[in-house]
């Protein structure tokens, strides 16, 4: 996937906007705005960090240290809870929502009357700039696959 620093939006086109809060710059609010595709492809991805981690917080202690995973691995288990933008969640938990562009300029503009403060894609810009790792904590995620005995 290639995420592009900017979208070229399509006036009559759906697009998913995407609310978080930025843990790094005092819970403010960010709407992000992503293409269906785009947004598919990292949920997708996300899936795979969050099975694993619910596996890992579902081990006991005492055993961690007997099913080999390096603290290299762990985390990598963890590295989007960690992110400034999911404050322990997974994507799929993130809230987010399909609209015209247009209603998502409403969102903006109703936010913003009621004097929230928000960010527009800072979100979507953190994506951008750590995919590759990303990518590389999943891709390292699938070729373990064998010590996460329980995940699907």
Known sequence: MNLENEIIYVKNKKYIYVLTNNDDNNDELDLSIFEIEEWTHLTNISKVFED????????????????????????????????????????NDLEYKILHITDIY?????????????????????????????????????????????VS
Request: charged content about 25%; glycine content about 2%.
């Open 52 to 91: 694993y981690v619910v596996y890992l917080d579902d081990i006991d202690k005492s055993l961690k240290p007997y099913i080999n995973i390096n603290q290299n691995l762990e985390s990598g288990v963890y590295y989007l809870y960690y992110s400034p933008f999911c404050i322990c969640k997974g994507f």
């Open 106 to 150: 409403k969102v903006v503009f109703n936010l913003a009357r009621e004097d929230i403060k928000i960010t527009i894609n800072k979100f979507r810009r953190w994506i951008i700039d750590n995919y590759k790792k990303i990518q590389t904590h999943y891709d390292n995620l699938l070729d373990n696959k064998d010590l996460f005995t329980s």
